[in-house]
């Protein structure tokens, strides 16, 4: 196998332009070339009249793969070697089935890990499968009644069901092109395979994780949906069970020995149990903002000038930081093109949003997370437990702001750098389905991070022309980025409490799909090595 890097094709590409490229590169007949595969397609839009795709790919060749090589002279042509996934043999000797606490990324990569090892699982998810989560999202939209346990955080795929199902990832590890195939065997665009900026859309996402799930119960695993994990039964600092409430209340024990916590950054009650419990944790920087509201056909036009609107090309997206060389800095998260800012409360009397994207990405609207970190020297106390604590008063003070109905606080860019409250939207029109409160979002937010706020949006307005305009609309707050507390574990990913395997985001050791799903692939791999005195 070949690999090429950096192909440059033109928007109207196509497949046979592909091979024609592959072929020069290699100085060879397409004739030599017997399959080509497209590793990644990205898009160079440095120059705004000349917008290209840059495009890696790999061919099999009916020819000597080194001569070929040799020959083509090409700094960007080489022998490649075919993708192999290895996973660790089974040492596990115990007699107890796994539990897993959870079933977003992390747990449901866990779950099929260990279902595929023969280990037969059980997850406990506190929210519901994905079709009967999805009605009681659109009920609590409809009506601002919110299901505690099943709702925009919790329930079948994680928080990740309910966003623009993004899988870019800053980590580096091999178990990333696994998690790939995985989710394209499942369902997902096969574009994730060599998109460069591969997303799946919120509506595509909920029929991916049903996939897993169904796969996970023919190998006779359990997936138990309702089910919250109330404590866990510790004895000679090792896990013998957990205690759970199912959907009707009742509470059952269920024994095991080994317990993986993939809960998400929003199971607070979860971690304020496992704190009493005695489990070692710490507190974590984390980040809080809101989302910044623009116009798509702008922010298309920002970034791709006149070839705004070419079908090759989609919604455009964003990605953007400022570091003060004194200070704080402020940077976008999540971006969501075509997307919707959405209410995403997981605990009644507090509010807080979330950006959420379909496939097509074609809403009205393009929206980010405006972002600045708080450190834990910022936190209200030295309480493990304090970036909770501090999250909790924002969306608190932001639920009393909104009008006490899940509506969002919301302020008119121009409006928040002049420091004036909004009393009425302008030509961009807010997209949060329980609707926006226009007022002072500076009343929601701490002030050294609204000041940090209005520093990036002039800086970022010199990167991408625009971005600061008076009419774009900021929804606050968004506050559950990532989890403000790591669960402290050893090299073979348990805790302080044996048999417990911290793994995910709630535990904090992922910031998005991707990693997250590594990390519950990783800990189920140390469970499957585990091996019992």
């Not at 009742?250 to 024994?255: G, K, R, T, V």
């Not at 608190?396 to 008119?412: I, N, V």
Request: proline content about 5%; charged content about 25%; overall charge negative.
């Amino acid at each position: 196998m070949i690999k090429i890097t950096e192909l440059k094709l033109p928007l109207t590409m196509d497949d046979d332009a592909l091979l024609h490229a592959a072929a020069a590169s290699l100085r060879c007949s397409e004739k030599c070339i017997t399959a080509l595969r497209l590793t990644k397609k990205a898009v160079d839009s440095r120059k705004k009249d000349n917008i290209f795709f840059v495009c890696n790919v790999e061919v099999d060749v009916n020819a000597d793969e080194s001569e070929i090589v040799r020959k083509s002279r090409n700094a960007k042509v080489s022998v490649a070697q075919p993708y192999v996934y290895e996973e660790p043999p089974l040492r596990r000797n115990s007699p107890f089935r796994p539990v897993i606490a959870g079933f977003g990324p992390a747990g449901f990569f866990a779950a099929l890990t260990l279902a595929r090892a023969g280990l037969r699982p059980i997850v406990l998810e506190r929210g519901q499968d994905v079709d009967r989560r999805k009605a009681a999202v659109a009920h609590f939209f409809a009506t601002g009644e919110l299901d505690e346990n099943s709702n925009i955080q919790f329930g079948e795929g994680g928080a990740g069901t309910f966003s623009d199902g993004k899988l870019t990832t800053g980590i580096k590890s091999n178990l990333i092109r696994k998690v790939f195939l995985e989710l394209a065997d499942k369902g997902a665009p096969q574009e994730i395979l060599w998109s460069a900026k591969p997303h799946i859309g919120t509506d595509k996402l909920g029929d991916v994780v049903k996939g897993f799930r169904h796969e996970i119960e023919s190998l006779g695993g359990e997936v138990r949906f309702g089910c919250r994990v109330e404590d866990v039964i510790v004895a000679n600092a090792a896990v013998h069970g957990v205690t759970y409430t199912d959907a009707n209340g009742h509470s059952h024990d269920l024994e095991t020995d080994t317990l993986l916590l993939c809960i998400g950054h929003s199971a607070r009650d979860t971690i304020e149990m496992l704190r009493r419990k005695g489990v070692q944790m710490m507190q974590k920087p984390f980040s809080v903002g809101a989302r910044i509201e623009h116009p798509r056909e702008f922010i298309d036009k920002a970034q791709y000038g006149t070839f705004a609107g070419h079908p090759a090309l989609g919604a455009a997206d964003y990605k953007m930081a400022c570091h003060p060389p004194h200070g704080r800095g402020a940077y976008t998260f999540c971006m969501c093109p075509g997307g919707t800012v959405v209410a995403a409360a997981s605990e009644k009397g507090r509010m807080c949003v979330n950006g959420m994207s379909e496939w097509a990405r074609d809403g009205e609207n393009s929206n980010a997370a405006l972002l600045v970190g708080i450190e834990p020297q910022d936190f209200p106390s030295e309480d493990v437990l304090a970036g909770f604590q501090l999250q909790r008063q924002i969306e608190q003070t932001a639920f009393a702001l909104g009008g006490g109905s899940y509506a969002a606080p919301a302020q008119l860019v121009g409006d928040f750098l002049r420091d004036t409250p909004s009393v009425r939207g302008g030509g961009v029109h807010p997209s949060c389905p329980t609707g926006v409160t226009f007022g002072d979002i500076r009343r929601v937010l701490p002030r050294r991070v609204t000041d940090t706020m209005a520093d990036a949006l002039g800086k970022m307005d010199k990167m991408l022309e625009g971005f600061a305009m008076p009419e774009a609309v900021l929804t606050a707050p968004e506050t559950r980025s990532s989890s403000p507390v790591r669960i402290l574990r050893d090299e073979f990913f348990q805790s302080n409490i044996n048999g417990l395997y911290p793994c995910g985001e709630g535990a904090g050791y992922a910031g998005g799909i991707v990693s997250a799903a590594v990390d519950g692939i990783k800990a189920a791999f140390a469970v499957m090595e585990d091996i019992r005195e």
